[in-house]
């Protein structure tokens, strides 16, 4: 039998906070993948270009949130659980095509920060997953004020990433 959820319904409004902190401005572009290969340290304009479609990506996943919440009532958890899991494994992927990059020195920092944000967003993102499918609403509510606060920490390492690059080109 579906149950409506309520696990995510007493976090709603954390929740669109984070899907807008995570958001953000961008575009609809997703790139390709980045391999991770020896690969000689990119210029400053080699990281701009392999940053975009990663960057696209993150902004693909706030909007996604967006939508998964304001979905979220009369949603089973089930359906939510797997939607929360799907975008866990986007922002993991999207953590994975960050480490990949060998990036000026003077950039490290910066894609650092970014990386380490992006990896807590994921993790909240899999413990508003698993609160759902276990039908818990304070963990929920838990996870998702850990997700609001780190939304924050990853927008605003997606700024100070994107204020030392160049303007993509495209």
């Known amino acids: 039998m579906a149950r409506s959820s309520r696990a995510l319904a007493v976090g709603g409004t954390a929740l669109v906070l984070a899907a807008a902190?995570?958001?953000?401005?961008?575009?609809?572009?997703?790139?390709?993948?980045?391999?991770?290969?020896t690969a000689p340290r990119l210029s400053v304009t080699g990281a701009a270009a392999?940053?975009?479609p990663i960057r696209a990506e993150i902004v693909a996943i706030g909007r996604d949130l967006g939508t998964a919440v304001r979905n979220a009532?009369?949603?089973a958890d089930a359906e939510l659980a797997d939607q929360f899991s799907a975008l866990t494994v986007r922002a993991e992927s999207a953590v994975a095509r960050l480490e990949?990059?060998?990036?000026?020195?003077?950039?490290?920092?910066?894609?650092?920060?970014l990386r380490e944000a992006l990896s807590d967003g994921a993790e909240d993102l899999r413990a508003v997953a698993t609160a759902a499918r276990q039908h818990d609403p304070q963990a929920?509510?838990?996870?998702?004020?850990?997700l609001v606060s780190d939304s924050a920490a990853i927008?605003?390492?997606?700024?100070?990433?994107?204020?030392?690059?160049?303007?993509?080109?495209g």
């Open 50 to 52: 392999a940053y975009a």
């Open 21 to 37: 902190a995570l958001a953000g401005c961008g575009d609809d572009d997703t790139g390709g993948t980045v391999t991770t290969t």
């Open 140 to 146: 929920a509510r838990e996870a998702t004020q850990r």
């Open 155 to 169: 927008r605003a390492a997606r700024a100070q990433v994107e204020r030392q690059l160049p303007p993509a080109r």
């Open 73 to 75: 009532p009369g949603t």
């Open 100 to 113: 990949s990059l060998d990036v000026p020195a003077d950039l490290d920092t910066a894609f650092d920060d």
